[in-house]
């Protein structure tokens, strides 16, 4: 049943986006080119729905099949994030509105997790962590194809982990979840490929991002995988939108406002390619990231050694390619 239901997520994710951007027009989600976009054409979005109808329809399955009543909480919480960004995608929200609901959530995930209990400092930084990643995932979402291979990378590389010498770990519903949204996202990238047809949008971006993370914690809280591997598999998109915001920052600029000054931004219009942008996160993350997230899972005494070996050239490039530099146009 596993690949069945790992290949229909794929096909659903493929099918609600098509069906979105099919309907774009008339649903009012067509995105207009402005100043701060990194395109130039009107294009569709809120394609994430599609996203949102796998993983739910996927999740939900799971959930009652295996009793595991943690999951549907989960996916109820993420449902919550994606009506909203659907909101938004729909008519623009105000951000304060957008950061109320998201921090709602991610306290509900914390307590549902049984986190409610823990040092202060542990839960507040869990809880701080879960808010930067659903908004830098977001953030991150501003080129052709480039989050949707992220989230397809995280959560494939993190099923492998999650397998490596633990087959009795396959049918359990928190493994089958990792594939199957890996399988979503590979569905909706066939259709957000460079040049996209159709944009994910918040409905989409901010709900694979809070899906990484509910199962980052719960892989965390399992013992199958450690802190240090999620943040390392996470690198790319970690390093680039907290060096853009910490540029914008200590330099003094409207850090929130709309811009285009992150590093995959600016590579993109340097390389006039979304396509080479994305392969090159591809790349970095299969042949830098993968190796070393594999190796602390053998290795966990190193962690912070091979976190700092992962993160350095991330760094690195993000400053060289101007990461939150004023971008004036």
């Known amino acids: 049943m596993t690949p069945v239901l790992i290949l229909m997520s794929g096909v659903v994710a493929w099918a609600g986006a098509w069906a979105v951007w099919r309907m774009a027009p008339r649903l009012g989600l067509v995105a207009v080119p402005n100043a701060r976009s990194s395109h130039q054409r009107p294009t569709p979005h809120g394609g994430g729905l599609g996203l949102v109808l796998a993983g739910t329809l996927?999740?939900?399955?799971?959930?009652?099949?295996?009793?595991?009543t943690l999951l549907g909480e989960v996916l109820v919480l993420a449902a919550v994030l994606a009506l909203v960004?659907?909101?938004?995608?729909?008519?623009?929200?105000?951000?304060?509105?957008?950061?109320?609901?998201?921090?709602?959530?991610?306290?509900?995930?914390?307590g549902l997790l049984g986190l409610a209990g823990a040092p202060l400092f542990l839960l507040l930084t869990a809880?701080?962590?879960?808010?930067?990643?659903?908004?830098?995932?977001?953030?991150m979402d501003g080129i052709d194809g480039l989050a949707a291979a992220q989230a397809l990378f995280m959560l494939a590389a993190a099923a492998l982990l999650c397998a490596w010498g633990h087959p009795e770990r396959l049918p359990q519903p928190l493994w089958v979840m990792m594939p199957c949204l890996a399988a979503a996202a590979a569905g909706f990238l066939l259709i957000n490929w460079p040049p996209a047809?159709?944009?994910?949008?918040?409905?989409?971006?901010?709900?694979?991002?809070?899906?990484?993370?509910?199962?980052?914690?719960?892989?965390?809280?399992?013992?199958?995988l450690h802190a240090f591997t999620w943040l390392i598999l996470g690198c790319g998109f970690i390093v680039d939108a907290s060096v853009t915001l910490g540029v914008r920052i200590l330099t003094g600029q409207r850090w929130t406002e709309a811009h285009r000054s992150h590093a995959y931004q600016r590579l993109a219009r340097r390389w006039q390619s979304?396509?080479?942008?994305?392969?090159?996160?591809?790349?970095?993350?299969?042949?830098?990231?993968?190796?070393?997230?594999?190796?602390?899972?053998?290795?966990?005494?190193?962690?912070?050694?091979?976190?700092?070996?992962?993160?350095?050239?991330?760094?690195?490039?993000?400053?060289?390619?101007?990461?939150?530099?004023?971008?004036?146009?």
Request: hydrophobic share 65%.
């Open 85 to 110: 960004g659907l909101r938004d995608d729909l008519h623009p929200m105000p951000a304060r509105v957008r950061f109320a609901v998201q921090a709602a959530v991610c306290t509900g995930l914390l």
């Open 127 to 139: 809880l701080l962590a879960g808010l930067w990643w659903v908004n830098l995932f977001n953030f």
């Open 197 to 224: 047809k159709i944009f994910m949008g918040d409905v989409g971006s901010t709900w694979i991002a809070f899906m990484i993370f509910a199962l980052a914690l719960l892989s965390i809280l399992a013992g199958w």
């Open 274 to 329: 979304h396509g080479r942008v994305t392969l090159g996160m591809a790349a970095f993350n299969l042949l830098w990231l993968m190796p070393l997230a594999a190796i602390v899972q053998r290795a966990p005494q190193w962690g912070l050694a091979l976190l700092t070996l992962a993160f350095a050239p991330a760094l690195l490039a993000a400053l060289h390619w101007g990461a939150g530099r004023a971008d004036h146009v």
């Open 58 to 68: 996927a999740g939900g399955w799971l959930a009652w099949q295996s009793g595991m």
